[in-house]
């Protein structure tokens, strides 16, 4: 990755939009994150920026910008991203340093606040137009974990210190945090069953992932190099890829994931920019000194040194009852993006290690996120032990699989000494009952 520091990171920076200055913002002026919203009723949809609890119209307020970032500003009274995507690096480095400068504390303060409408006035939309999507299984933690509920003789195939394991997912499924999910129906066996039902899942499950969009696309036929693969990444988002475990468990052999998982992908709305994310790049994962190098083409020694990112996730539960009572969500798992076994830049470049094409608007999952200690562990088939060993609720409700009515919460952050936190927002979602 070779996204650089420059003044947008600078750590004094602050914004004459007050709520953007508290320590515990997840928007301050050195995060900028991108979506999309109306700002009332019945208004067109439009590009914008998170800044503390407000959102800025891009458009409207980028009429002093020059050059570049006005050429950026344009491609913002739009429904989605994609345009301003297309548009390549250059040109979302300029549109974020000309709204870090804009929306300094002291800079444009009067000409901008007419542009600025509250989060909680506004209604928030999905920010990219997805054209594909697909999900990898980079934690070997959580590779592991899940290969000994499925496999317990054998939890890590062979291949997969080799390859970035994926599997290509359904674009039309994926819904934004706050649309409830349907629980879907499925076949579905248990051990004891000798034939298989008809029903909705028993076993519903959540999957703790971080995603990323595609901004700069690939031609057909080519591939990435790995040392150039992170730069055609846009954004990052917060992904619950939603999981009917027995559903899974009784489809997946031998082609993989399918009905047991493109029944729904919630997202987070904000895209927080790889740009935001450069002071929290680190090492890659430290392999074991028995594992194998990574082949050729996923070699790249900046990707060594820097092509981890340390960010912390967290999923949270909330029942119906909970909620009745008033009583806060209870916290599941807390993880860290570090325990990736691959980069982002592994993941891309493996993508387009065969030819195929990347597109502006591919969303791509890192799979989910597990570390090393039981706290980590990124989904219920791990917490529970495949729902054998139920999580208590301090409702005094237990938990194995999610239930009707459970909504699942993710929260993701960014944070290093010396620099202000850069958060996500939220990822969330209510389960309905299966029709």
């Known amino acids: 990755m070779t996204v650089s520091l420059n003044e947008t990171h600078d750590p004094a920076r602050r914004s004459f939009v007050a709520t953007a200055n508290a320590p515990d913002a997840d928007f301050p002026i050195q995060n900028l994150p991108f979506g999309v919203f109306r700002p009332a009723a019945g208004l067109p949809p439009r590009v914008g920026v998170a800044i503390g609890d407000q959102i800025l119209d891009i458009a409207a307020a980028s009429s002093s910008f020059a050059g570049l970032a006005a050429a950026a500003g344009r491609a913002c009274p739009l429904p989605h991203l994609n345009a301003l995507m297309a548009l390549g690096p250059p040109a979302w480095s300029a549109l974020r340093l000309a709204l870090s400068r804009a929306l300094s504390a002291g800079h444009g303060e009067e000409s901008l606040r007419r542009h600025l409408t509250p989060m909680a006035q506004a209604e928030i939309e999905m920010p990219v137009a997805v054209r594909n999507f697909t999900d990898f299984y980079a934690s070997i933690f959580h590779a592991t974990n899940a290969g000994r509920a499925f496999r317990p003789d054998n939890p890590l195939l062979p291949n997969y210190k080799y390859v970035p ?28 069953e000798a034939a298989p039902s008809y029903g909705p899942s028993r076993n519903l499950d959540f999957e703790l992932e971080l995603g990323f969009y595609v901004g700069v696309p690939s031609a057909l036929g080519e591939t990435v190099p790995i040392g150039k693969a992170a730069e055609h990444i846009f954004g990052f988002c917060l992904l619950n890829d939603w999981s009917a475990r027995d559903v899974q468990g009784w489809e997946y052999q031998p082609l993989g994931p399918f009905l047991g998982k493109n029944f729904a992908t919630t997202v987070s709305p904000w895209v927080v920019t790889a740009e935001a994310l450069a002071p929290f790049r680190t090492a890659a994962f430290t392999r074991a000194a028995s594992d194998p ?34 009583i806060a969500p209870r916290r599941l798992a807390r993880t860290s ?38 706290s980590s562990w990124g989904s219920l088939l791990e917490l529970t032990a495949r729902g054998r060993e139920p999580i208590s609720l301090p409702s005094g409700e237990q938990r194995g ?19 202000p936190r850069v958060g996500f927002g939220e990822c969330r979602a209510v389960i309905l009952p299966a029709e």
Not at 168 to 192: E, F, N, W, Y
Not at 302 to 323: F, I, K, P, Q
Not at 351 to 369: K, M, P, Q, R, Y
């Open 401 to 419: 699989f999610i239930e009707d009515g459970d909504e699942i919460i993710f929260r993701g952050l960014a944070e290093k000494p010396g620099y």
């Open 293 to 326: 190098a990574p082949l050729p083409h996923l070699d790249d020694a900046e990707d060594r040194v820097r092509g981890g990112l340390d960010l912390t996730l967290e999923a949270y539960l909330v029942s119906a009852a909970m909620r009745r009572d008033g």
């Open 165 to 192: 394991v994926a599997y290509h997912c359904r674009a039309s499924s994926i819904r934004l945090s706050g649309t409830p999910v349907r629980r879907p129906r499925g076949q579905r066996k248990r051990a004891d």
């Open 337 to 374: 993006s570090t325990s990736l076994y691959w980069t982002v830049a592994q993941m891309v470049a493996h993508h387009a290690s065969n030819g195929c094409n990347l597109e502006i608007g591919d969303l791509i999952g890192s799979g989910t996120i597990s570390g090393p200690e039981r």
